[in-house]
């Protein structure tokens, strides 16, 4: 398995909080990519970097920002969150045209 | 909008069955991505195509580029494939895959 880590892996948060997840990589992989899932929905991109300091948005990104500044981390921002961003956020890395490898998610409760 | 439809939504199947499992697609592609998820959320990339046909032991996917379709077969079902498969495009130009909502597979003993 990739080496993958998401932190937090659970939290509940109250809306108007800001809330960082963090993605972690021990695979020196370009590509990283941020993810939600929702009943109903595929996996819809909110944000994707290509290098440091090199992002940029998905077909989701209102609500979010993300910030990489090391090759292994990618944290993604919700600057102040709202119920509609309850959801599970998935990390996903991989080398541009080859697969992607999936962190383990991370399960975000606004209440 | 989405760009990737599978079918179906929902399927149970019977131990040891054949299963197929269908995605298509309405843009040109450079690959495509086959993902299974087990309950509790994990995602495990499955094959990763651009033409033609992988197997990996029980399952075997296919694609045909001009028909903008591809399918996931698993011979010999066991209860420990139930799961949810997910189909992903990679278009010809962009860097981010489209997925598809899932096929969720249950095999009763």
């Known amino acids: 398995d990739a080496g993958i880590t998401q932190s937090p892996r659970h939290k509940v948060t109250e809306t108007g909080t800001p809330v960082t997840l963090r993605c972690h990589q021990t695979?020196?992989?370009?590509?990283m990519y941020w993810y939600r899932q929702d009943p109903g929905h595929g996996l819809r991109l909110i944000h994707y970097?290509?290098?440091?300091?090199?992002?940029d948005k998905g077909e989701v990104s209102d609500g979010y920002s993300v910030s990489r500044s090391k090759t292994e981390d990618f944290l993604l921002t919700l600057e102040s969150a709202t119920s509609s961003q309850t959801s599970v956020y998935f990390c996903?890395?991989?080398?541009?045209?080859?697969?992607?490898?999936f962190g383990p998610g991370t399960r975000l409760t606004v209440t | 909008k989405n760009e990737v439809e599978q079918s179906p939504q929902n399927l149970t199947a019977q131990e040891g069955e054949f299963i197929t499992i269908n995605c298509s697609y309405s843009?040109?592609?450079?690959?495509l991505h086959w993902l299974q998820q087990h309950p509790g959320g994990g995602i495990v990339s499955l094959f990763m195509?651009?033409?033609g046909k992988k197997k990996h032991g029980r399952l075997i996917a296919t694609i045909n580029i001009q028909e903008k379709h591809s399918s996931l077969h698993i011979t010999a079902s066991h209860p420990r494939d139930s799961a949810v498969y997910i189909c992903?495009?990679?278009?010809?130009?962009?860097?981010?895959?489209?997925f598809g909502t899932g096929t969720s597979l249950t095999v009763i003993p």
């Open positions: 695979e020196n992989h370009r590509y």
């Open positions: 195509l651009s033409s």
């Open positions: 970097s290509y290098g440091v300091k090199d992002t």
């Open positions: 992903a495009v990679l278009p010809n130009t962009g860097n981010q895959f489209y």
């Open positions: 996903a890395i991989s080398e541009p045209g080859f697969k992607q490898y």
């Open positions: 843009v040109g592609i450079s690959a």
